[in-house]
């Protein structure tokens, strides 16, 4: 019974700023690692951050180059994506991903994950 729920993505200009959350229910963001991924229409499905069950070790794609930061709440089980900077190229559906293993910090592969959210559209477009 594990449910991912994102929000948070809208219209933005270029090199305006979006937070996406996703809220989690039926785990918990200190037992599993967190991962967000998009979906670029006529791309694959593309990695862009994530971030430890504990300590706080985040990962990024190549892209990000700086730009956007993933957070974790504890205290409400939601996990951040703080997005600045923003491209056109950015434009896509942003999924919130939680592996099924525990205390284990999971790779950048979409392979790895089990649970995804509906996913939250984000255009950037002048």
């Known amino acids: 019974q594990v449910q991912l729920v994102e929000s948070g993505g809208g219209l933005v200009q270029p090199g305006g700023s979006l937070r996406l959350s996703c809220v989690a229910s039926g785990i918990t963001t200190i037992t599993h690692t967190m991962g967000w991924f998009r979906q670029t229409p006529g791309k694959w499905r593309e990695f862009v951050a994530k971030v430890k069950w504990s300590g706080g070790q985040t990962s990024y794609g190549d892209f990000v180059q700086g730009r956007f930061a993933i957070s974790r709440a504890n205290n409400n089980n939601t996990i951040y994506l703080q997005m600045n900077k923003l491209k056109p190229e950015d434009t896509g559906v942003y999924y919130c991903?939680?592996?099924?293993?525990?205390?284990?910090?999971?790779?950048?592969?979409?392979?790895?994950?089990?649970?995804w959210g509906q996913g939250t559209q984000v255009t950037v477009s002048s």
């Open positions: 991903a939680a592996p099924a293993k525990i205390y284990y910090y999971s790779g950048p592969q979409a392979s790895a994950y089990n649970y």
